[in-house]
């Protein structure tokens, strides 16, 4: 989820259990971590089982967010989230290109989350979407000061329909082929891959 409002946490989180899997919580408003992380912490109780990661802040240093304020945020919440009982891993998430361009955000995540779509590059077709994706972990591997920190793709896909992108072409069939070639791309590391 990408935020705690309309009862999210709740709702989706019972979901989860019910089909036992696990949620990856997103914390929207980075000025507003009290609420949300109280909000996590009164829908969990004290099991936090179901809970795989708790990502602070979805693309802000894409849209302009300075990369110490994001990392501020995550250090906060990190610190809130342990005295709540919260173990697991605190990232945020932004696009592959904020995080190559500025990979002190990796720096502060417990592992280096980026949403990815190879359909926004113009010169990558259906059939090289894998590709695309293992080519850039490795151009973003490259900029990190951990060159061995974990990177998971938090998301991946292709549109169904609408307009083009150069070589990106929306369809059915295009959408299967993308992600058959993204699944086949992270075979053996389906958990580094969300969908």
């Known amino acids: 989820?990408?935020?705690?409002?309309?009862?999210?946490?709740?709702?989706?989180?019972?979901?989860?259990?019910?089909?036992?899997?696990?949620?990856?919580?997103?914390?929207?408003?980075?000025?507003?971590?009290?609420?949300?992380?109280?909000?996590?912490?009164?829908?969990?109780?004290?099991?936090?089982s179901h809970i795989h990661t708790i990502s602070v802040g979805n693309e802000l240093v894409q849209a302009g967010q300075s990369p110490a304020t994001v990392m501020a945020a995550v250090s906060k919440a990190r610190s809130m989230l342990r005295n709540a009982g919260y173990n697991g891993p605190v990232v945020t998430v932004d696009t592959l290109v904020a995080a190559i361009n500025h990979p002190e955000i990796c720096n502060e995540s417990d592992y280096c989350a980026v949403n990815s779509h190879p359909f926004f590059d113009p010169n990558t077709s259906a059939d090289q979407a894998g590709t695309f994706l293992t080519t850039q972990i490795g151009n973003l591997r490259n900029s990190l000061n951990d060159r061995n920190q974990h990177i998971v793709i938090t998301e991946a896909g292709w549109p169904s329909r609408g307009d083009s992108n150069g070589k990106a072409v929306p369809s059915k069939e295009n959408q299967a082929t993308a992600v058959s070639a993204i699944k086949s791309a992270f075979s053996g590391k389906e958990a580094d891959l969300t969908l």
Do not use: E, P, R
Request: charged fraction near 20%; aromatic fraction near 8%.
């Open 1 to 48: 989820t990408y935020g705690v409002d309309c009862d999210t946490t709740t709702n989706v989180l019972s979901a989860a259990k019910s089909h036992g899997m696990k949620l990856f919580q997103g914390i929207f408003d980075i000025n507003d971590l009290d609420n949300s992380i109280s909000k996590i912490t009164q829908a969990v109780g004290s099991d936090w």
